[in-house]
Nanobody, 126 residues
Framework: QLQLVESGGGLVQPGGSLRLSCAASGSRLDSYGVGWFRQAPGKEREGVACISSGGARTNHADSVKGRFTISRDNAKNTLQLQMNSLLPEDTAVYYC???????????????????WGQGTQVTVSS
């Protein structure tokens, strides 16, 4: 059974950077499509970025394109989200997700994910 644990969240000033990490256990992550989602209070969950199984395809939401970068380290069985030029509207709980042989559609939320982490809080505030 795949288990996912996020880390790296915290408080950062606008314009700053954070790097989120998602550690997988119980199975090799390289056969899974993976993604990052976020949910702010009172808002629907938003798909932020994804990588298809095998790594051939990546996508980022328009709201984060050019600022966030998703990557995976198959040797370490981890997933990362590098977040630069953070804005107050990036404040949310961030979740990593995985799906066996999952894809990475243009709209990240269209890919169903069966495995989820517990989330890590990111707060962007001065």
């Amino acid at each position: 059974q795949l288990q996912l644990v996020e880390s790296g969240g915290g408080l950062v000033q606008p314009g700053g950077s954070l790097r989120l990490s998602c550690a997988a256990s119980g199975s090799r992550l390289d056969s899974y499509g993976v993604g990052w989602f976020r949910q702010a209070p009172g808002k629907e969950r938003e798909g932020v970025a994804c990588i298809s199984s095998g790594g051939a395809r990546t996508n980022h939401a328009d709201s984060v394109k050019g600022r966030f970068t998703i990557s995976r380290d198959n040797a370490k069985n981890t997933l990362q989200l590098q977040m630069n030029s953070l804005l107050p509207e990036d404040t949310a709980v961030y979740y990593c997700a995985a799906e066996y042989l999952g894809g990475c559609p243009r709209s990240v939320a269209r890919q169903p994910f069966g495995y989820w982490g517990q989330g890590t809080q990111v707060t962007v505030s001065s």
